[in-house]
C-alpha cells in the first residue's frame, strides 16, 4: 500500500445468421474520429462511422438513438439486453433494482459512464451502479465495450464498461417532446430543446415518469399491494469553440427517483408504507487545446458525482429511516499526439488523473462517521493503423491508491483485416476493482479483503456482407475473477458476510446485422456462457444463463409507417440457495406512424404472449403491457 501521491435452441439457431439494430444504420451518415479516441477516456469523440468499429480488436457494441426510438426502450436496460453478453435482473418490474451481467462478470464489475463522469454509486454496499433510475430519454449514443478495461477506466471495468453519450445539440434550434401513457397508470412526460451553430451548441432534456407499478414481491411475507415508482430527470449540456485551438463544453445531470418496494415480514393491517428515495447529481467541464494543426490534442477536465439514498421502512432492522450517501471528485489530464505517414497513422496518449472519494454511512450503521479515500493514476496507449489493414493498440495504467496497493494493469487489441470482408480481431486485458467503503467498515464489515483481479482474453471472426449490408460475427472469450468479493450468506452465524472466491467464465458471442433491403433490417446475438465459482463443487455463478439470445425485426413499411418485433430468450439459470430458474422467451412489438410532417404517433406492446415467467425468485414481472404516445419534432 502507498499512501497518497498525486435460448430456445431455435431462437439461437436463427440468430447465427441474423442479429437490437445496431450502429450500422446511423452510423455511416457523419464523420468523425478514430474509435480508440473515443474509448480512451470517453470524453474525446463518438464512433461515428462503420469503419471506427473495425479499427480497434475490442469487442464493442454501438447502439445508436435510432435503435432507441425504434424499439421505444424504456430504460437503458431495456435496450442493453440486445447486446452480446450481457444479462439483466431486475427485483420486480419499473423502477426497482436492476443488476446488468457482462460476460459472467459480478454487476459491479462494470462501470457505468454518462458523458465522460463515472456514475459508480460509492453509496451502495458493492458500489455497482443500479440501472433502475437510468431512463433512455434523451440519449444518443450507447457503447458497450466488453472485456477487462481497467488500463483505461480504472478500478471495477474488469467485465466492461457502458459509455452513455446523451444528446447534443444541432444546427438552428430544434425540439422534440414526447408523451406516453399505458398499463399501471403508467405516464412519461419527456422534453429536449437543443441548437447550435459553428461555434456553439447546447442541449437541455427534462424527463418525468410515474406508474403505479406492480407488486415488487411475490412472496408469502411480501406486501401484495402495487409498488408505484417516480423518476425525474433534467440534463444539460453546452459548449463553445472560441478558434481552431481553444474549446470548451460541460455537462451536468440530475435525477430524482422514489421507489415503493415490499419489506421483508409484511404483517397485514400493520404499516407497510416502505419505499426509498435516489438523488444523483453529475457534471463535468472539459477545456481543449488543440496545437500543430490538430496534431497535437489535450483536455483538462473536473467531474463530480454525488449519490443519496434513503430508506424508509417502519419495520426496518436499523430503524425506520437509513441514508447513506458518496461522492467522487476528479480532475483529469489528456494529451493526444498524432503521427502520419504514407504508411502508418500512430497515436501517442498520455493521461493522469485525481480522484478523491467520500462515503457517509447508514446513521444507524457501524462505519466510522466518514471514510476517505485518494488515487491517482497515469496511463499511457499506443495506437497503430498500417495501410488501413491492420490495427492494434496498446495501454498502460498505473495506480496509486492512499487505502490498498498500487496497481498495474494493461490492455492489448488487434483488429486485422484478413481479406475485403473478413476481419480477424482479438484483445487481452487485466482489471482490477477495489474493496468498497460498505464492505469494509459497515454493517457488515470485512476489513481484511482483498482487491480483485482479472485477466480476460477474447479473440474472433468477422465476416462483412458487400456494400455494407451487415455483419456476422464470431468471439470465443475467457475470464479468470482472482479474490472476486462476494457475499456470502451463511457466514457470519447465518447474518451474512463479503468473502473473497475466485470464478472462472468462459463462453462464446455470435451476434450479427443484415440490411434485407433500404427498409428491412434484422439483427440478433446468441450467447453461450460457461462459468464456476471457486467452491469444491465448482457450482455456477447465479443469475447468469447458460444461453441467452435475443432477435429484433425492423420494417419501414412506408415514410410513416414503421413496425419492430423483438424476441428475447433467457435460458434456465441459479438463482440464490441455488434456486433453479426456467428458461422463457418474451416477445415486445412497436409500431410507429408519421402523423404529419411534426407528429408521430407510436404504441407498443411489451409481453405480447402474456409470458409468466420468473427473473429473480419471489419477485413480480410485467404482464401482457400495453402503451401509447405522441412525439412532436
Given at each position: ?395 498502460l495504467r498505473h495506480d496509486f491508491n492512499s487505502e490498498f496497493d498500487d496497481t498495474n494493469t494493461y490492455k492489448l487489441a488487434l ?76 457466514l457470519n452465524t447465518g447474518n451474512g458476510a463479503y468473502e473473497n472466491q475466485d470464478e472462472n467464465v468462459q463462453g462464446i458471442e ?75 422467451t418474451l416477445v415486445n412489438l412497436g409500431v410507429s406512424y408519421q402523423l404529419t410532417e411534426h407528429f408521430s404517433i407510436h404504441g ?30
Amino acid at each position: 500500500m502507498s499512501t497518497f501521491r498525486y435460448t430456445p435452441i431455435t431462437l439461437a439457431a436463427i440468430s447465427l445468421f441474423t442479429a437490437p439494430v445496431f450502429a450500422e444504420d446511423t452510423a455511416t451518415e457523419e464523420t468523425g474520429e478514430r474509435m480508440n479516441i473515443m474509448i480512451v477516456k470517453g470524453v474525446t469523440n463518438i464512433i461515428n462511422d462503420e469503419d471506427s468499429r473495425t479499427e480497434t480488436g475490442t469487442a464493442i457494441t454501438i447502439i445508436t438513438e435510432k435503435d432507441i426510438e425504434q424499439q421505444q426502450a424504456t430504460t437503458v436496460a431495456d435496450i442493453l439486453k440486445n447486446s452480446p453478453g450481457v444479462t439483466i435482473a431486475s427485483n420486480g418490474g419499473l423502477g426497482k433494482k436492476t443488476s446488468v451481467f457482462m460476460r459472467g462478470a459480478a454487476s459491479e464489475s462494470v462501470v457505468v459512464v454518462i458523458d465522460g463522469v463515472r456514475v459508480t454509486d460509492q453509496s451502495s454496499a458493492s458500489g455497482g451502479f443500479d440501472f433502475a433510475n437510468l431512463m433512455a430519454d434523451g440519449i444518443e449514443r450507447i457503447e458497450v465495450i466488453r472485456g477487462s478495461q481497467s488500463a483505461l477506466w480504472g478500478s471495477d471495468a474488469l467485465g466492461g464498461v457502458i459509455n452513455i453519450i446523451t444528446k447534443e445539440g444541432g444546427n438552428g434550434f430544434n425540439a422534440t417532446g414526447t408523451v406516453e401513457l399505458g398499463a399501471n397508470n403508467y405516464a412519461k412526460q419527456f422534453v429536449n430543446i437543443n441548437g447550435g451553430d459553428e461555434k456553439a451548441h447546447y442541449s437541455l432534456s427534462v424527463a418525468n415518469l410515474t406508474t403505479d407499478g406492480i407488486s415488487a414481491g411475490t412472496g408469502s411475507d411480501d406486501d401484495p399491494d402495487d409498488d408505484g415508482y417516480r423518476n425525474t430527470m433534467v440534463n444539460f449540456k453546452a459548449g463553445y469553440r472560441f478558434n481552431d485551438i481553444f474549446a470548451i463544453d460541460g455537462v451536468a445531470r440530475y435525477t430524482d427517483a422514489k421507489s415503493e418496494y415490499d419489506a421483508y415480514g409484511y404483517t397485514s393491517g400493520a404499516d407497510n408504507d416502505v419505499y426509498s428515495l435516489d438523488e444523483q447529481r453529475t457534471a463535468k467541464i472539459n477545456l481543449y487545446v488543440n496545437l500543430l494543426d490538430s496534431r497535437w490534442n489535450n483536455r483538462l477536465s473536473l467531474s463530480y458525482a454525488d449519490t443519496t439514498s434513503e430508506n424508509f421502512d417502519p419495520n426496518g432492522w436499523n430503524g425506520d429511516y437509513t441514508e447513506n450517501s458518496g461522492e467522487t471528485i476528479k480532475a483529469e489530464v489528456q494529451s493526444d499526439y498524432l503521427l502520419s505517414t504514407d504508411n502508418f497513422e500512430q497515436r501517442f496518449t498520455f493521461a493522469g488523473e485525481i480522484q478523491k472519494d467520500t462515503f457517509l454511512p447508514w446513521n444507524s450503521g457501524s462505519t466510522p462517521d466518514e471514510q476517505k479515500m485518494e488515487s491517482t493514476a497515469i496511463i499511457g496507449e499506443y495506437h497503430l493503423n498500417w495501410h488501413e489493414k491492420v490495427f492494434f493498440t496498446g495501454s498502460l495504467r498505473h495506480d496509486f491508491n492512499s487505502e490498498f496497493d498500487d496497481t498495474n494493469t494493461y490492455k492489448l487489441a488487434l483488429s486485422v483485416w484478413a481479406t475485403d470482408s473478413i476481419r480477424l480481431h482479438t484483445s487481452h486485458g487485466t482489471g482490477v476493482k477495489n474493496p468498497t467503503f460498505s464492505q469494509l467498515f459497515g454493517a457488515y464489515a470485512t476489513p481484511d479483503l482483498e482487491s480483485e483481479t482479472s485477466i480476460s482474453t477474447d479473440m474472433g471472426i468477422e465476416y462483412n456482407f458487400a456494400n455494407q449490408r451487415g455483419y456476422i460475427d464470431f468471439t470465443y472469450f475467457d475470464a479468470e475473477y482472482e479474490n472476486g468479493i462476494r457475499w456470502n450468506q451463511t457466514l457470519n452465524t447465518g447474518n451474512g458476510a463479503y468473502e473473497n472466491q475466485d470464478e472462472n467464465v468462459q463462453g462464446i458471442e455470435l451476434s450479427s446485422t443484415f440490411n434485407v433491403n433500404e427498409d428491412y433490417t434484422i439483427s440478433g446475438q446468441y450467447t453461450y456462457l460457461m462459468t464456476e465459482d471457486g467452491t469444491v463443487d465448482k457450482k455456477e455463478l447465479i443469475r447468469r444463463p447458460k444461453h441467452s439470445a435475443t432477435l429484433n425485426n425492423n420494417y419501414q413499411v412506408n415514410n410513416k409507417l414503421n413496425t419492430n418485433l423483438g424476441i428475447n430468450y433467457v435460458g434456465e439459470r441459479y438463482d440464490y440457495g441455488y434456486v433453479e430458474l426456467d428458461d422463457y422467451t418474451l416477445v415486445n412489438l412497436g409500431v410507429s406512424y408519421q402523423l404529419t410532417e411534426h407528429f408521430s404517433i407510436h404504441g407498443r406492446v411489451e409481453n405480447v404472449l402474456d409470458k409468466d415467467y420468473v427473473v429473480i425468485t419471489d419477485y413480480g414481472v410485467d404482464p401482457f403491457s400495453a402503451y401509447i404516445g405522441v412525439t412532436f419534432k
